[in-house]
């Protein structure tokens, strides 16, 4: 009844918005047919696959996830991922104010390398759930890696003495006036705390200072899933948040002209499909905006346990496709800009499990979206269980991909044992097209039409190819040489 009521929230947002009603693909503006893509420094448009790695770091005291090197080495193997969506904080970034702890960020960094060193592509995410580990049910404690929530340090963590009851379910707390105050005074909806966004901006300065050269990193995830206080919808969407977003992007590109600057939409009712009213922000790099889309997509008949079948599969397909044209809309509000599905998870235990992630993986290709999965963790959410059984994950998300095209995609389509790529070759980018094959429909040579082969590297599992010179649009197919 509670999650209900949630959707209902959002729903003023929908009627506050006043946004078409989204319900098919060709009532969602012209700029919603043509995705576009983030680059990488050649050039080629990005195709992210990848995980949230990972929610152990809201709670370790070094702000480091429960992940190692050969982690990462088995979920590469395992699924040929390129991408992560790496969990930081505002609580490690600074710890206390005005002080930026580099040792917290060198420690970022030695993983941002273990990505480097495998060719991905990393987005550092500022987590936050709850608003603070310092909201605890006694009060603000000054420890930062309390039970109930993560992200803003203690410091920066103020509910005026109201209430934070205990709640069964994480997402509950948001209710709690506490924990409403406490984004009152960060947004200052109270106008007792200006100095917070501030902070925070500044916070985001000093991570970019840090990753401005670091060709892994393409984005900056600026807060994971806001939450308004007593603002809701259009009033914080179009407001505070708005604002916050063009001041953390002007507080970044002092520092970093290259890296994507990634923007979500308020969680609540968006996560399930009601749009958004986010408006457009202005990026002051040079040569044009860097700005993505990257909400969350959690449908409520998921997250209630009601599994992929039946009727839930009915009603949770209307959320998703709700979902995606809401998503495609404030794509276009906010320039055309790329969109990156930051997360989408669910228990892989439940019934049709198999068939909601394929069918979230196949919304994300047909709308050109990158995806990182939530998450890494081990247990029935994640690809593997605690004592490394891989669950249906591993084998939805080990399907052949393009990782980065040279030039733009128009569609792509696969299968096990084939792979379909229709693009328009951009001829100032010097480097191939990289495709990811797994072994599973890919076990020798390939056979490829369309374009040159330059390499098929059987260990890393990616084939690189040329398209011929000259070409207008490009279509190339890759099957198992026979
Ligand atoms: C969840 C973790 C859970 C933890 C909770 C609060 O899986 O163990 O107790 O956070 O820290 C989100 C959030 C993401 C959530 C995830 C799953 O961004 O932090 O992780 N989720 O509940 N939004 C919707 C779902």
Avoid at 456 to 461: I, L, P, V
């Amino acid at each position: 009844i509670t999650s209900v009521a949630l959707v209902c929230g959002a729903g003023g947002a929908t009627a506050q918005s006043g946004l078409p009603d989204t319900g098919s693909g060709s009532s969602n503006g012209s700029s919603a047919s043509t995705p576009s893509y983030p680059k990488d420094d050649a050039g080629r448009s990005l195709i992210l696959r990848g995980f949230n790695t990972a929610s152990s770091a809201k709670s370790t005291p070094d702000g480091m996830p429960v992940f190692t090197e050969a982690d990462l080495d088995r979920e590469h193997a395992a699924m040929g991922t390129g991408f992560v969506r790496f969990l930081i904080s505002w609580r490690s970034v600074e710890p206390t104010p005005g002080q930026y702890d580099q040792q917290y960020l060198d420690r970022v960094e030695q993983r941002v390398g273990w990505y480097a060193a495998r060719g991905y592509k990393v987005m550092l995410d500022m987590h936050q759930d709850v608003y603070s580990g310092a909201i605890t049910t006694a009060g603000v404690s000054t420890s930062n890696i309390g039970g109930i929530g993560n992200g803003a340090p203690a410091w920066a963590t103020y509910t005026d003495g109201l209430p934070v009851p205990p709640q069964g379910q994480w997402e509950l707390y948001y209710l709690d006036p506490g924990v409403i105050r406490a984004f009152d005074n960060f947004w200052n909806n109270t106008g007792n705390h200006p100095e917070l966004v501030e902070h925070y901006a500044n916070a985001w300065r000093a991570v970019a200072q840090r990753f401005a050269h670091n060709d892994a990193v393409v984005a900056y995830d600026l807060m994971n899933e806001p939450f308004g206080g007593s603002k809701q919808g259009r009033a914080f969407e179009a407001g505070p948040l708005a604002a916050m977003y063009q001041r953390t992007t002007a507080a970044i590109r002092q520092a970093d002209h290259k890296t994507w600057v990634c923007v979500e939409p308020q969680s609540v009712g968006v996560n399930q499909g009601a749009p958004s009213a986010l408006t457009k922000i202005d990026d002051p790099r040079p040569g044009g905006p860097r700005i993505a889309y990257c909400p969350h997509l959690y449908p409520i008949t998921m997250d209630l346990g009601a599994g992929y079948t039946g009727i839930a599969r009915v009603i949770t397909d209307a959320s998703v496709e709700t979902w995606r044209a809401g998503v495609q809309y404030t794509a276009g509000v906010l320039g055309g800009v790329p969109i990156i599905i930051g997360e989408f998870g669910l228990d892989t235990t439940l019934p049709g499990a198999r068939d909601y992630i394929d069918h979230v993986y196949d919304t994300a290709r047909k709308i050109g979206a990158g995806v990182s999965y939530w998450s890494s963790d081990p247990g029935t959410w994640g690809p593997y269980l605690s004592n490394g059984t891989p669950t249906v994950l591993v084998d939805a998300v080990n399907k052949p991909y393009p990782r980065a095209v040279a030039g733009t995609p128009v569609d792509w389509s696969s299968t096990t044992s084939q792979l379909q790529l229709t693009y328009r070759p951009d001829r100032t980018v010097g480097a191939p097209t990289e495709i990811y094959l797994p072994r599973t429909g890919f076990p020798g040579d390939v056979h490829v039409t369309g374009a040159q082969v330059v390499n098929w590297d059987r260990a890393s599992r990616l084939l690189t190819v040329q398209s011929p010179a000259g070409s207008g649009t490009v279509t190339l197919t890759v099957t198992p040489a026979a």
